[in-house]
């Protein structure tokens, strides 16, 4: 049954906004009469792609957050949804007990349009795939799966817990990486500061002398000059750069390469295959275990890569797989992916427990990422530190020693 949004007049002349289910427009409007509401506006909710999808023109579109759900607020409303569902309660009660207590309207109208498709009669992965811009084909295929197995609450449980180790290592990551951010954008302003004011006072104090500047100072009073002068010119040289860079990225071929060279860098290329690799080795445990087949959760495990080399390896064992090459053989066929990767799927072959092992090498893989980066952020805040220690020490060095100079002059 469809489901319409509603703004309509009370007997006491309040507004009130809601969802309501019915027939058709003019059906909505009856129902909404006989409680006493005066219609205002009647809309049908879209089952298909929002407002802001990539249909309308991005001059039409919100501005602000087009999607309703963040990657933590999916990962919050999966569990709240295993929870119902795993409590006993049909799935349409669970979708209006969400719906109910959505704080944020386009959540409830989400989460109204899904409960229509469900009413009417759709599976819950079919109503969810009608939003592939808040769910993406992992969940759909999970879910699907759950429901045809008729355990969707245990499903949905896997599910969320997937999502809030993705946003765990997430989280971690970022944090690993936050400090260190800081301490170098706060540098970089120290630094520009001081060589955009303060050196260019000394060449005011000591224009008038005669007496030749230390070579440190002519250095920073080079540099104090290119920055003042050329500044803009080379932050808008930067932002066209990275721009074009980002352009150029588009195009698959070279996004292929860029990402191959990625993987090949000492100690970041290490932390992008491991991250890749566990989430992979997740998604495809997850996928096993709620019995989808392995060509097809090999397919979505790819899709997860951001990295396109491992994608396109993750594919080579596709096709390998296919043709009948068992998971483990296929996998270690591919350099890029850890040796633990592979292990474990033969493992799991060969005990018959692919999930589980699958499983395990993505908690591994995990762990080892999360070491890494705590490992390297370690090491880069004092020599961050250092750095700016060392570039302000020459700066204040370059306005000292003319003063000193012209001192042992005056003695």
């Not at 491991?274 to 060509?295: D, E, K, Q, W």
């Not at 005990?351 to 999360?370: F, K």
């Amino acid at each position: 049954m469809p489901a319409y949004r509603f703004e309509a007049l009370q007997a006491d002349g309040a507004m009130r906004k809601g969802v309501i289910e019915a027939d058709s427009q003019k059906s909505a409007r009856s129902q909404l009469r006989a409680q006493t509401l005066v219609p205002l506006s009647v809309e049908a909710i879209a089952s298909g792609s929002s407002a802001s999808g990539p249909d309308v023109p991005w001059w039409q579109r919100p501005v602000g957050r087009s999607r309703a759900f963040s990657s933590s607020e999916r990962a919050v409303w999966t569990r709240q949804l295993a929870g119902l569902v795993s409590s006993g309660l049909p799935v349409e009660r669970a979708l209006s007990a969400l719906a109910d207590e959505a704080e944020d309207e386009k959540q409830g109208l989400l989460m109204a349009a899904i409960r229509a498709e469900v009413n009417s009669g759709s599976s819950l992965g079919r109503a969810l795939g009608l939003h592939p811009n808040e769910f993406p084909a992992i969940d759909l295929a999970v879910i699907s799966a759950g429901e045809q197995s008729g355990h969707l609450g245990d499903v949905l449980n896997q599910l969320a817990n997937d999502l809030e180790d993705q946003q765990q290592l997430r989280a971690k990551l970022m944090g690993a990486a936050l400090y260190p951010a800081i301490v170098s954008l706060v540098a970089l302003a120290i630094v520009i500061f001081l060589v955009t004011s303060v050196v260019p006072q000394v060449a005011g104090v000591f224009a008038g002398t005669k007496r030749q500047l230390p070579l440190l100072t002519v250095a920073m009073l080079a540099i104090s000059d290119v920055v003042r002068h050329w500044g803009w010119l080379m932050l808008l040289s930067l932002v066209l750069t990275v721009t074009g860079c980002r352009l150029a990225l588009r195009h698959p071929a070279l996004r292929l390469r860029f990402d191959a060279a990625w993987l090949r860098l000492p100690l970041i290329g290490r932390l992008a295959r491991g991250y890749n690799s566990a989430r992979f080795a997740s998604t495809l445990a997850m996928l096993t275990a709620a019995g989808v087949p392995i060509l097809k959760a090999l397919q979505a495990a790819a899709d997860t890569l951001s990295n396109q080399a491992l994608r396109a390896d993750a594919l080579e064992a596709l096709v390998r797989v296919r043709e009948g090459a068992p998971l483990g053989t296929a996998l270690a066929q591919n350099a890029r992916f850890p040796g633990l990767l592979s292990m474990f799927a033969r493992l799991g072959e060969q005990t018959g427990q692919l999930p589980v092992m699958l499983q395990r090498a993505a908690t591994q893989l995990s762990s080892e990422v999360q070491r890494r980066a705590m490992a390297l952020a370690t090491i880069l805040e004092p020599l961050l530190i250092v750095g700016m220690g060392g570039m302000v020490m020459l700066i204040v060095l370059a306005v000292l020693m003319p003063i000193m100079e012209m001192n042992q002059f005056v003695k």
